[in-house]
């Protein structure tokens, strides 16, 4: 006989989960004793949050659901904010908590809430377990359903009195793969693809894991490629057929118009979300939009599609690459050269108001994230939090390798940086990962570093240091001309890098010299990037005290 505890254990391994993120409490106590004498890998957190964004960050890099236990209560509304950030995101994760009351319906319990009802309107499903012979099945199949279909989250809570239940040793069978999309929608794909002179695949989170199969498609079709943030990396944007351009941070002019020279459009497991489209920006014309993706929810989404097919995208482009010859048209290169040419300009005058870097002399953004480029290999893993940093790294950095940029999609909460990129190493214990964050995001989640250094990961963190909320502030300073509560100014990243027993940098004039350093250093290395105003936030604050001032007038202010 086994304990409850122990056949949730065995059923996490057999479904291949070989890490849980949590925090160790009085009512998993018996879960976490499970835990410490199975294979798996416990990674223990600073709190909640933290171990669900860890498991955001486990699945966002390597495509394996993520897996986190907490206690019911506190523990549990610290992780709904990962929660709702793993629906935003398409994250798969399996979040494992007790039930918060002994099911007697008894008033005033202990940190009882009604835990179902909140995680209904967080999570992809909920899964209730009161009976010990349910616990293997519960678990195979939250974890299956985590990563099928649209990823997301899945809540399998726990009766309290079943952790510690015997129960008989159970073994479930992992569910089988999708079946492949029917020939009649596959032909009548290919009747259109054949048809048009010039195609453009535009790949979201969906196509991560099948770089190989779109760059195939893509070289078949003589196709153009743009992603998503989400999808940047599924080719390389040093590719010559990528015309990478971050759609997320507005502007598209140009993107709209190439895709209004198309014949057709293809969209590889897209969301088309409010950031993945720069405020739903993007022109995707109907009449050209093929659409596949492997949730019926995103095909009824904002961008109403001439064909959707409902499947699994990477037995699709299986099925279509065995039957689409070669496309005997498509675009040249010089044409392929000149929209990358064009975009590029676009996305550098968004960039206009970068700040300037605090060496001597001062160098640009542009120089920072050269610098930074070079020195990064072509498979590394670059995380951000929420903040003007991300928009920068969105803009400056070409990604060149699946799963390569991870940053928040349309929850964008601050905190996310620290622990993603947490498990995105763990994950990825062979690839370089890269955090850049802002001031305002480590003083927020900074000290969960110290689950870094405790699990001796090698990670480098690049702090834009500029004493405020940066984007916050540029959005009040372009608004009003001033900016108030935004000033995050006092902590001395020095000291608190030995404290925590990591390394600590300060950017200087050799930017290759630091740089490279701090890739390289083992253990948790600190890169302090001080920044200041750009000529664009000067003029910007003039403007936006002439607004100020111009509406004080019309309300009789002086």
């Known amino acids: 006989m086994r304990l409850g505890a122990e056949v949730i254990c065995d059923a996490l391994h057999d479904a291949g989960a070989t890490v849980v993120f949590g925090m160790p409490g009085s009512q998993n106590v018996d ?41 019911p209560g506190p ?23 007790p039930a918060s009351n002994d099911g007697t319906g008894r008033p005033y ?6 835990q179902v009802a909140i995680a209904r309107a967080l999570a992809k499903d909920v899964l209730e377990v009161d009976r010990v012979d349910d616990l293997a099945p519960a678990i195979a199949r939250g974890y299956e359903l985590a990563g099928s279909g649209e990823p997301g989250p899945v809540v399998v809570v726990v009766a309290r009195d079943l952790f510690r239940a015997p129960a008989r040793a159970t073994r479930v069978a992992v569910a089988s793969k999708p079946a492949p999309p029917s020939d009649a929608v596959g032909d009548e794909l290919i009747r259109d693809l054949q048809a048009a002179g010039r195609v453009a695949l535009i790949v979201g989170q969906g196509g991560q894991g099948h770089g190989t199969s779109v760059r195939m498609l893509a070289d078949r079709l003589n196709a153009a490629v743009l992603t998503t943030s ?13 015309l990478y351009f971050d759609f997320s941070l507005g502007g598209g002019t140009s993107v709209n118009r190439l895709l209004d020279s198309c014949d057709l459009v293809l969209a590889l497991g897209c969301k088309f979300t409010h950031n993945g489209t720069g405020a739903f920006v993007l022109a995707l014309p109907p009449d050209k939009l093929v659409r596949v993706d492997a949730s019926s929810a995103s095909l009824r989404g904002r961008y109403p599609a001439r064909l959707g097919i409902e499947a699994d995208l990477g037995t699709f482009l299986d099925g279509l690459l065995a039957k689409m010859p070669q496309h005997p048209t498509g675009w040249t290169h010089d ?39 070079s020195a990064l290999p072509a498979d590394a893993i670059v995380v951000t939090d929420s903040g003007l940093h991300q928009g920068l790294t969105r803009g400056f950095l070409r990604v060149r390798s699946e799963r390569g940029l991870i ?10 940086g620290v622990p993603v990129a947490i498990g995105a190493k763990i994950a990825n214990p062979g690839r370089r990962v890269a955090l850049i964050i802002g001031d305002g995001g480590m003083s927020l989640s900074g000290l969960e570093l110290l689950t870094a250094v405790r699990e001796r990961l090698d990670l480098t963190v690049v702090v834009f240091n500029d004493g405020q909320l940066g984007s916050i502030r540029r959005q009040q300073i372009w608004s009003v001309g001033r900016s108030h509560g935004v ?18 940098r ?25 920044l200041a105003d750009s000529v664009g936030t000067v003029r910007d604050r003039i403007l936006g005290t002439a607004r100020r001032l111009k509406r004080g007038r019309r309300l009789g202010r002086r």
Not at 109 to 114: E, K, P, T, V
Request: hydrophobic share 45%.
């Open 109 to 114: 319990q202990f940190q009882d809430i009604d």
């Open 75 to 97: 523990g549990f509304t610290f992780a709904t904010t990962g929660l709702a950030e793993a629906t935003a995101d398409s994250a798969g994760i399996l979040h494992i908590v």
């Open 31 to 71: 879960l976490f004793d499970a835990l410490g004498a199975s294979p798996l890998r416990t990674v223990a957190t600073t709190h909640e949050m933290a171990a669900t964004f860890a498991a955001v960050g486990f699945y966002r890099s390597s495509g394996r659901v993520g897996v986190v236990t907490t206690i």
């Open 335 to 373: 044409e392929l050269a000149g929209w990358r040419s064009r975009l590029r300009a676009e996305q550098a005058a968004m960039l206009a108001h970068a700040p300037s870097v605090v060496t001597d002399p001062p160098v640009s953004c542009r120089a920072l994230f050269d610098a930074f480029q």
């Open 407 to 416: 940053v928040p999609a349309d929850f964008q909460s601050m905190g996310f």
């Open 230 to 242: 989400s999808g940047r990396g599924v080719i390389s944007e040093d590719d010559p057929r990528s």
């Open 487 to 504: 000033a995050v100014q006092g902590l001395d990243f020095a000291a608190f890098a030995s404290a925590i027993g990591a390394k600590y």
């Open 506 to 530: 300060r950017l200087d004039a050799d930017l290759d010299g630091s740089i490279r350093a701090s890739l390289t250093s083992p253990g948790v290395n600190i890169l302090d990037v001080p």
